[in-house]
């Protein structure tokens, strides 16, 4: 098993830019292929990006946004640049052992989330 925790989360004007970082505890991090998700309220928890040995991204957030993995470090990471109004929400990142996927039963572990929330 994994232990997620994600950070970063803030309050950004639209048009600025985030960082977010999802640390794992474990030994087989480097075994697992990793995604992001985000929830707003009142709204169903949907893909953003995920990472194995390529990447994928949701179409609202392609070209903007940029997964990336750092093994030594236990870390996956979500640069989002020149983010909306429309990015408020609730970030995850989620771990799975499985083949990357963009269904969020797919996955088996996730963190806590980290709240993003961007001004008009």
């Known amino acids: 098993q994994v232990q997620l925790v994600e950070s970063g989360g803030g309050l950004v004007q639209g048009g600025g830019s985030l960082r977010l970082s999802c640390a794992a505890s474990g030994r087989t991090f480097r075994n697992y292929n990793m995604g992001w998700f985000r929830q707003a309220p009142g709204k169903e928890r949907v893909f953003v990006a995920a990472?194995?040995?390529?990447?994928a991204y949701a179409s609202s957030v392609k070209g903007r946004f940029t997964i990336s993995r750092d093994n030594a470090k236990n870390t996956v990471y979500l640069q989002m640049n020149n983010l909306k109004p429309e990015d408020t929400a609730v970030y995850y990142c989620?771990?799975?052992?499985?083949?990357?996927?963009?269904?969020?039963?797919?996955?088996?572990?996730w963190g806590q989330g980290t709240q993003v929330t961007v001004s008009s």
């Open positions: 989620a771990a799975t052992l499985r083949t990357m996927s963009t269904m969020r039963d797919e996955y088996d572990y």
């Open positions: 990472i194995s040995w390529y990447t």
